[in-house]
């Protein structure tokens, strides 16, 4: 087995020739893209894979000074993309896999044709005539939580990302994700992902992308949506009613949906 597809647990699916490459975000893994990829699989060869040192990859691979910056997670996505011959795929990445894909595509742009961009934002952080939704000591606190108690922050946090608080079972499944997850991995991607600035890659963007924003997104709200949309090139803007910040996950009928309205697939 190629030695790159066995690192990032890659998995493929589905029968059709173009690819859709399906990017996890933060504390989750493939399996966060179970309630949406059925929907394309007849028409799509769908690949799913783990990001180093998350699900099922190869934890052994992982290195903290490579992964040091999102660069570390868009190599990973160039290499999954060489290691298949992929060209021309559509990209949808959930969080903070829609900066990593950003990056990739910019290097690479021949390997995307489309990018869909879930809860996409290319800073967390305050700054000047900048709303990204978070303070420093925010942050600050949230890592020392994490460092201190991180069960205890898996249980806390993730009903809050993902919202829908009348749906408990959505909070206990992002929680799962979040607990299987390896503490100190999960530590070092928090601050890789919540310390990046990556409002410079936007405009360097040529793929054509669509944004994804929900509604009462703690995560990324929609002042963020609406920046990654005025600053990407050719990129299309949908506001969803779904809740929360993950819409594959509480709401992946939308979801679907709203891709299939994208990629033209009716």
């Given at each position: ?5 066995k690192r990032?647990n890659v ?5 059709g020739?173009?690819?859709m490459?399906?990017?996890h ?5 493939q399996n966060a893209w179970?309630?949406v990829v059925d929907?394309?699989?007849d028409?799509?060869?769908i690949v799913?894979?783990?990001?180093t040192g ?5 934890i ?8 040091s ?6 190599q990973d996505?160039i290499d999954i993309c060489?290691a298949?011959n ?14 990593v ?16 961009l ?11 005539n ?5 303070e420093r000591q925010d942050?600050e606190?949230l890592?020392?939580?994490m460092?201190?108690?991180y ?8 009903p ?5 608080p009348?749906?408990?079972e959505l ?12 503490p100190?991995?999960?530590?070092d991607?928090a601050r890789?992902t919540?310390?990046?600035d990556n ?6 963007l040529?793929v054509?992308s ?5 509604a009462d ?9 609406h920046y990654v ?11 969803m009613k779904?809740a ?5 996950i ?5 979801t ?7 990629i033209?697939?009716?």
């Amino acid at each position: 087995m190629n030695p790159i597809l066995k690192r990032n647990n890659v998995n493929i699916i589905g029968d059709g020739d173009q690819v859709m490459l399906f990017a996890h975000g933060f504390g989750c893994d493939q399996n966060a893209w179970k309630f949406v990829v059925d929907a394309f699989s007849d028409d799509f060869k769908i690949v799913l894979f783990d990001y180093t040192g998350s699900g099922q990859s190869d934890i052994q691979q992982y290195s903290s000074s490579k992964y040091s910056t999102l660069d570390g997670y868009a190599q990973d996505v160039i290499d999954i993309c060489e290691a298949l011959n992929i060209r021309d795929a559509i990209f949808v990445g959930h969080s903070v896999s829609s900066m990593v894909g950003i990056l990739a595509a910019n290097r690479h742009p021949e390997y995307f044709s489309k990018m869909v961009l879930i809860g996409p934002s290319p800073r967390y952080l305050n700054a000047d005539n900048y709303t990204g939704g978070f303070e420093r000591q925010d942050l600050e606190g949230l890592f020392e939580f994490m460092e201190n108690n991180y069960l205890g922050w898996s249980s806390a946090m993730a009903p809050a990302i993902i919202g829908n608080p009348d749906r408990p079972e959505l909070g206990e499944f992002l929680t799962g994700s979040f607990c299987s997850t390896d503490p100190d991995v999960a530590r070092d991607f928090a601050r890789v992902t919540f310390l990046s600035d990556n409002r410079a890659d936007l405009a360097k963007l040529s793929v054509k992308s669509l944004t994804l924003q929900c509604a009462d997104d703690i995560i990324a709200p929609t002042a963020v949506g609406h920046y990654v949309h005025q600053h990407t090139p050719n990129n299309e803007f949908f506001q969803m009613k779904a809740a929360g910040h993950c819409p594959h996950i509480s709401e992946p009928e939308e979801t679907i949906n709203a891709i299939r309205s994208f990629i033209q697939l009716n």
